[in-house]
């Protein structure tokens, strides 16, 4: 919570130029308190359907800039 990411050309364009500035993203995080023991069981089921497919963060943001 709080990450704040760089995405290198991303963001709005420069008033000369066609080169674009950079856009920062803030990622807020927030988790669930106080929750009850069947919504934290589908939680729970939730995240291990896709576990498979999942890959690293640097390889998955580097993915998405590009």
Not at 41 to 58: A, H, N
């Amino acid at each position: 919570s709080g990450t704040r990411l760089r995405m290198k050309g991303k963001g709005m364009p420069g008033l000369r130029g066609s080169s674009r500035g950079d856009q920062y993203v803030l990622l807020e995080l927030e988790t669930p308190i106080g929750i009850s023991k069947k919504q934290e069981s589908m939680f729970k089921e939730i995240s291990e359907l896709g576990l498979d497919k999942c890959t690293p963060k640097s390889t998955r943001f580097k993915k998405f800039i590009s």
